[in-house]
């Protein structure tokens, strides 16, 4: 006689408390996760295999700056580069720094950034223990401006313990204010985070700032400050550059960008 074997299903166990207090808490550090990476994400960051960084697209106007260091440069084939439906729009040169030194490729530089349809501008590295008069000096006998320019830029990034801050600010003003009554066009200030704090908050508020910070997702950090200008890295790559070169973003439309030029 065979004996008749039931089957039967066995039950699920419901998940233990402590199982449910695991699966919900997962839950909340997912959901908050995607909500502080949008909150943090505002600038619509995405890397840009291209050039091998990330970029804000939020912005459409974006650029670089260049020194002799950069060495050659293939302008054509830099214009002609595109990423992501755009491409550079802007490039500011290294002219002078300090009392006496020029930049050797800035002239060709300058001439070709013009011909291949680019905004330039040009920048002075400033040395805060010289006097800012022979400074701008050295700036004016190089660089010549013409409509449609980008503003001239001090690059003021050292510090000093020649001159007392009130002293190293004065400096600074001379020189801004030499060039804006030469040019005709407010100069911009380029500087970074701590020099922002230390010199030109308080200070230098009436003048447009260009600021280098890779440190964040946004420049929440600088209260009003006028910033028209991020360069937001020092490690991208372009078409007809060797090595790596500084990024920046302008933090507005064209129509502000021409605004901001000599007109």
Known sequence: MTRRVTSSTPQKRPLPPVGWAILVGLLVL???????????N???????????????????????DISKHNGRIDWNNLRAM?????????????????????????????????????????????IPWKAPEPQFENFKKLV???????????????????YTREQVVANVATWLRLAENYYGVRPIIYTNADFYR???????????????????????RYDDARIHFWQHSKSGYVNGIRGTVDYNVFLGEVEDLKQLCVK
């Open 30 to 40: 997912i959901g908050g996760g995607i909500w502080y990476y949008n909150r943090l």
């Open 42 to 64: 505002i600038n619509e960051w995405r890397h840009v295999s291209k050039l091998g960084i990330r970029l804000p697209m939020k912005f459409q106007i974006h650029g670089i």
């Open 82 to 126: 595109r990423f992501e439906d755009i491409r550079l729009q802007f490039v500011y040169i290294k002219a002078t720094e300090g009392t006496s030194l020029m930049d050797k490729d800035f002239k060709t530089s300058w001439q070709k950034a013009d011909e291949v349809g680019l905004y330039r501008g040009a920048y002075h590295f400033y």
């Open 144 to 162: 010549k401006l013409k409509r449609g320019d980008l503003p001239p830029v001090l690059d003021f990034e050292v510090g000093t313990n020649v």
């Open 198 to 220: 230390r010199y030109i908050k308080g200070n230098l508020d009436n003048y447009p700032l260009w600021i280098a910070d890779y440190s964040g997702w946004t420049l929440d």
